[in-house]
């Protein structure tokens, strides 16, 4: 098989930043794919309905090529169910962030004392609007996302209606709590299925593979490269596509961020692909691939997908080694090296 | 006390290059200490007594302006024992890198056979030339240096009257490891009492804080400020100052190596002063301080210092940006923060 078919293929974790960052990376997000999750972590983060609908414009407006739809997030607060309902509509999911954990996180929450939370949560359980997490405590790095994972677990159980989605699973331990509860979900990021922090550190240091959650070991990315490829249904595909510019990764205080937007698709195809060996598993593979990239993510946040047909070739696609719009300059992962498959 | 004095330090690990970067670090080092041990692992590795003479010089030239004695060493390799008598009077130890696991290390070994490692060693061992060993395998990278205690454990045993030394420790097990057995010996560097992981890479990136070993825990960095403070004959200052041009570090492939020789001193009567309150504790610290940096390293290595007294002052130094010399710029760590201790 040398052609394979996405349909509306959904990024559910994607950072499009603003201005002319935004201008740069949302057309290469929104010629791929169907739709994709937006993070609310702008400065300020987005916390109104005002500065949602102006950010959703610049959006649009960056997309216009495309059939492409923003589903769009708020910054977690102690938002009252007033506010929740007139904003209800608008939204797709609410992000939480710990305070000061990843970029722009400071406005985020610092105790996650139930009671302290409880209004909040019951009423977006009522709304039905799923809430987004990114789970880490400000532990020792390697250990940050095991030592969350009690209040993912805290979460699930006081809060059984609340969807909860624990956003770019990076560990074992975190596959295998998103099956222990039915009302935890997953993401998995691209980069996360690709590298340990041996790739980070293990040689060289390598700014460009610099994330948060941090790569961990070898047995967390088979976990996860199981997890994703199994067609189990509580894991989408967010690929935390993070970009920042060039001379701020290659510097001597470089951010936490991937950036992998304009080569996901084609990397998926040859993760899911790359063990079949007849035609059957092949077929197998693919609809996998198709949960991963759009049904789960269709069936758990309940959206409907704007129709798009990607088509990937097995054809080498060369990654480009930047990708510019007037000064800005952005590195996406693996610059300069070849993947086995390309869009059509 | 205001004012600490220290009896000719020694910097048992040192990298000092070659050629213009030679002659940029070399004076930094030669002003504040004693002597130091020097590396072998330039490109190629020293391996006849040709090199090992000819780069002494280069050194000798680079700090002719003090009283500084480079102890010399070449990059091991199954010498025979005509070649190590030969050499004897001319080196202070033998470097052994495994292949490939850090900075100009590709000639190192790649079997830990004993019979193949057997008559060098026992010829070293006869001629009493210590062996000195960065030890890490080739696995993940937290776990190289545990990895590697198996063959520090196995080559202790097999040459009971060889000196070997366990270079940059970074682990708990490392410190349990290096009292086990008699023979064994350990340094520890600057950088491995101050930082951890976290510090290279649970905030932003920080490459001038990337090295090899690389930084690893709480525990372990608690494990080897015990060790290094506690008075104990069997460890030793050792830099691994290791420069790398400040456009080499910061890039997207940055090479492993923190500088620390200017500012080894100064940080050291911090760490180990710090906890004391009292006279008699500052005295207690003091003379452990000078196991730590002079002492244990005379006896173990056998060597007779130069004398040299460097007195440190409780004032304020704050760390330059850079060093340049000609065209080569060099980027100490903690570059623009302030130690609380001076060199008079």
Known sequence: MNKIILNNPLDMHLHLRDYDMLKLVAPLSSKQFSGALIMPNLVPPITTKDMLKDYKKRIQLSTSNDNFEAYMT???????????????DDITAIKLYPAGITTNSDGGISSFDIETLRATLEAMSDLNI?????????GFVMDRENEFLPIYEKLAVNFPNLKIIMEHITTKEACDMVLKYDNLFATITLHHLLITLDDLAGGLLKP???????????????????????????????????????????????????????????????????????????????????KFLSYNAVKIYGIKPTKKQITIVKKPFKIPANYTYGDIVVTPMDANEQINWSIL
């Open 74 to 88: 708020i910054f977690f607060q102690l938002y009252d169910k007033k506010f929740l309902e007139d904003i209800k």
């Open 130 to 138: 799923p809430l987004s997490i990114h789970g880490e405590s400000d």
């Open 208 to 290: 460009h593979l610099f994330c948060k959650p941090i790569a961990k070991r070898y047995e967390d990315k088979k976990a996860l490269l199981f997890l994703a490829t199994s067609g189990n249904d509580k894991v989408m595909f967010g690929s935390d596509s993070a970009p920042h510019p060039t001379s701020k990764k290659e510097s001597c205080g470089c951010a936490a961020g991937i950036f992998t937007a304009p080569i996901a698709l084609q990397y998926l195809v040859d993760i899911f692909i790359k063990d079949s060996f007849d035609e059957n598993q092949i077929k197998t593979a693919t609809k996998n691939l198709q």
